[in-house]
């Protein structure tokens, strides 16, 4: 089974940056497609980023496209998400995942072993 700790989120003014990292327990983290998802209090949870396994391609939320960046280094079991130019709708619990089913990218029903997440707070 997949340990996942998030981690780098915090309280930032709107405009400001932050970067999360969330690293994996696996050995075999390399062979996953890595994904990015966010909740807020009373909404569903929602894709962010992910990036492939093989090629490293990233995939944005269009709501982050511009602003986010994802990245991964394998040989410390960790991926990234740099977030730039923060609003207040960025506010929310964010949360990495494995991509262990085969379907839609962007669906969370496709990740498994989530972790307990990080609270990233954009001020007005």
């Known amino acids: 089974q997949v340990q996942l700790v998030e981690s780098g989120g915090g309280l930032v003014q709107a405009g400001g940056s932050l970067r999360l990292s969330c690293a994996a327990s696996?050995?075999?983290?390399?062979?996953?497609?890595m994904g990015w998802f966010r909740q807020a209090p009373g909404k569903e949870r929602e894709f962010v980023a992910a990036?492939?396994?093989?090629?490293?391609?990233?995939y944005y939320a269009d709501s982050v496209k511009g602003r986010f960046t994802i990245s991964r280094d394998n040989a410390k079991n960790t991926v990234y998400l740099q977030m730039n130019s923060l609003k207040p709708e960025d506010t929310a619990n964010y949360y990495c995942?494995?991509?262990?089913?085969?379907?839609?990218?962007?669906?969370?029903?496709?990740?498994?072993?989530w972790g307990q997440g990080t609270q990233v707070t954009v001020s007005s």
């Open positions: 696996t050995r075999t983290f390399s062979t996953y497609t």
């Open positions: 995942a494995p991509k262990i089913g085969t379907g839609y990218l962007y669906s969370w029903a496709e990740y498994r072993y």
């Open positions: 990036i492939t396994w093989s090629a490293g391609n990233p």
